[in-house]
């Protein structure tokens, strides 16, 4: 069984800096791909960042430069540093996980959401 638990979320002013974690946690031998995806008032959920088994990064236009998505040592944690915050990156952030069990199976798995609200 694999549990994938974010956290991070919060409010913080235009122009502030937050950090959201990712973490998979039972059978899991590592995380092979992962993305950060959000979901703001009113709009479909859209990829905000994202890497690829090959080690491949990519972004959003509306996030380039600002926000960076990376992995822990470990191989089994995701975080997305997120810089220069704008009231439009409020939203619902969520990380899927393309995790290699230790059964060497693969599955793909969500977290259950945190909220980043950015106002003044």
């Known amino acids: 069984q694999v549990q994938v638990v974010e956290s991070g979320g919060g409010s913080v002013q235009p122009g502030g800096s937050l950090r959201l974690s990712c973490a998979a946690s039972g059978s899991v031998f590592r995380i092979d791909a992962a993305g950060w995806y959000r979901q703001g008032p009113g709009k479909q959920r859209e990829l905000v960042a994202a890497?690829?088994?090959?080690?491949?990064?990519n972004y959003a236009d509306s996030v380039k430069g600002r926000f960076i998505i990376s992995r822990d040592s470990a191989e089994k944690s995701v975080f997305l540093q997120m810089n220069s915050l704008k009231p439009e990156d409020t939203a619902v952030y969520y990380c899927?996980?393309?995790?290699?069990?230790?059964?060497?199976?693969?599955?793909?798995?969500w977290g259950q959401g945190t909220l980043v609200t950015v106002s003044s």
């Open positions: 890497f690829t088994s090959g080690g491949t990064t």
């Open positions: 899927n996980v393309d995790i290699v069990t230790n059964w060497y199976s693969t599955l793909d798995a």
